[in-house]
Each structure stands twice: as structure tokens, then as C-alpha cells.
């Protein structure tokens, strides 16, 4: 009994220490940003993860179904987007939930067949436990991820589904849209299951980046910038920009502590 008790006791002190370093950490800056990249998209393997690591960034990398095996893959050998995210989870950026399929509503040009008006609670809770199971194959040391909403929807008919996945511990937290004003300033208020982000949109200026990062520094919030492709694929801004962003970045870490999500989350929700 002895021996539990202060087995437990010490897990307490580490977990506190760590918390204090954490908090130590972050009383030192003006703002949390959180860089997230959407969609398992080619260009962020590429071009993004290699400019992130150069600047030493973590970021938040939310997958839906990944490219396996193809034509151009010899037989036996690991396909370059599997070795990719495996890597990229090893190197200790988070691979994150953004369901199997992607499904969204048929006015954005959605075929119907994956469209969200086709939906069923049941089959989005259904993809989620589906792409866990598969992330837990490329990064097998996170049990429970954090969650992207495809297209910022989180409904279904008239089904609010993000109280499913929180009643059923299906993810950590969770992502919604949002734009250039979204900034979160009150963590006490901030709903873990809907944290807004600014989606950056195709031709996003650098000045454009920098700008938010300025408003959430003013604010001493946290400001999550939703990206997408680099140089190249959908939403795209180009390499250039993305590079001097964190670079502006890099230059200003008195200023911005610069984490994953969930990371970012895990310090927020304990306020």
C-alpha cells in the first residue's frame, strides 16, 4: 500500500513539474500559435514538414485518408506518404483526425455520394473510429487524437454530432472554421469540442499572416491558422510565404510560443 502511495505520489510531482514548466514556458510569451495543415495533402510532406523542421516547429497535421500503394511503388517497398507521416509523427508533429472521407455539404461540390446531406450520425462516428484506427498504425504512442470538422460542419440533419464525440471519448479536442478574426481570448469560456481557426485562403499574403499573429499577440490569446496546400494542391499560399512566415516566427519566439494543437489544448484547458 506504501509502495502505490508513493508511486502515485510521484507520478503527481512529475505531472506537476511538468505542468509548471509548461506554464513557466508560456508566462514568458504574449500568444500561443498553433500551426495546423489539413487534408494529408502531398505539398505539406514535401514542402511544408521540411520548412517546419528547418525552423524547429511542431505542427498539427490533420489526415483523412492517406495515398497507399501504387503503380509507381515497387512491391515491398513502404509508399512515400506512409513513410512520410510515419516520420513526420516520429520527428514529433501530430497527426490528428479529419474522418475517413472528408464528407461536406453538396453546395461546396461535393458529389453526393460523400456529401454530409448523405450522412448518418452512426457513419461519421463510424469514420472517426475508422481513421483513428489507422493513425494509431502510422503513430502508435497517441491513443486519443484531436479532431477537425471537414469543411467547419458539425452537423448532420439537424444533429449536432459533436456532443456524440465527446459523450463517447472519441477525440481529445477538436477544431472548427473560422477567419481572420478568430482568436480565442478566454480560455475559461473556450469550448474544447469547438475551437475556431482562421482558414488561409488561396493567395494569403505573408503580411496577411503576420497580421493575425500581431491581433492574437495583442490579444495574449491563441490564434490557430488552418492551412492547406503549400506551393501547390488547394488553398494554396506559395513556398516563399510560408517559409518567411516562420521565419517571422522564428525571429519573434520571445513573442509566440509555437505548439501542436493538442499541446496548445492541454495548457489551455488546465487555466
Known sequence: MIKFS?????????????????????NSKKAII?????????????????????FGFKATFFLNSI?????????????????G??????????LA?????????????????ISIETYTVERIITEIKTQTTLLSLLDPSRKIRSFAF??????????DYTLIIKKQNLVTYARAGGDSNSIV??????????????????GTTLNELIAYAEKVKKSGGMGVYQFHGVEGQIFQITSATHRAFLKYLKDHEEDYWVTTFSEAMDYATKQ
Not at 150 to 159: A, E, H, K
Open 6 to 26: 508513493f508511486v502515485v505520489l510521484l507520478l503527481f510531482a512529475f505531472s506537476n513539474i511538468s505542468l509548471a514548466q509548461t506554464t513557466k514556458k508560456i
Open 34 to 54: 498553433c500551426l495546423t495543415y489539413d487534408d494529408a495533402l502531398e505539398t505539406q510532406l514535401t514542402t511544408a514538414l521540411p520548412q517546419l523542421d528547418s
Open 67 to 83: 495515398q497507399g500503394s501504387s503503380e509507381s511503388v515497387k512491391i515491398g517497398q513502404t509508399p512515400e506518404a506512409v513513410l
Open 85 to 94: 507521416w510515419t516520420n513526420a509523427a516520429r520527428n514529433g508533429h501530430e
Open 97 to 113: 483526425n479529419h474522418t475517413l472521407f472528408h464528407a461536406c455539404p453538396e453546395k461546396l461540390g461535393w458529389d453526393k455520394s
Open 150 to 159: 471537414p469543411c467547419g460542419n458539425f452537423m448532420i440533419g439537424n444533429i
Open 185 to 202: 481570448t478566454n480560455f475559461k469560456t473556450l469550448d474544447p469540442i469547438k475551437v475556431p481557426s482562421w482558414h488561409v485562403w488561396t
